[in-house]
């Protein structure tokens, strides 16, 4: 059974950080396509960070641009858990932080309709 964990969210002041992670089990984590994304009450799920393929070979990290040079993406394959770092926080990025995955990569990684997994939640809330 694949289950998803976050952890990591909670109450920070503007300008402040908090890390979010993301515990997976029941499937090796490396071979799944992982992202974040986050909902306000009242509007639609969206999209934060995923992993892009390159046109090279090999993945890396991609951001909405509304956290662009804020967060950050990486995993710990020997914890089985992806992390996002977020600094600079703004009372905008208020919201439920939910962790997805999906067994094969796709180029709309960017739609929460492409995800056959998901975590429980962390609220995050950036308020003073």
């Known amino acids: 059974q694949v289950l998803l964990v976050e952890s990591g969210g909670g109450l920070v002041q503007p300008g402040g950080s908090l890390r979010l992670s993301c515990a997976a089990s029941g499937w090796a984590f490396k071979s799944y396509m992982m992202a974040w994304f986050r909902q306000v009450p009242g509007k639609e799920r969206e999209f934060v960070a995923s992993y892009r393929r390159r046109s090279l070979g090999g993945y890396e990290p991609y951001y909405s641009d509304s956290v662009k040079g804020r967060f950050t993406l990486f995993g710990v394959d020997a914890q089985n858990t992806l992390y996002m770092p977020m600094n600079h926080l703004k009372p905008e990025d208020t919201a439920m932080y939910y962790c997805?995955?999906?067994?094969?990569?796709?180029?709309?990684?960017?739609?929460?309709?492409?995800?056959?997994?998901w975590g429980q939640g962390a609220q995050v809330t950036v308020s003073s």
């Open positions: 997805a995955a999906r067994k094969v990569y796709t180029d709309a990684f960017q739609s929460k309709n492409e995800y056959e997994y």
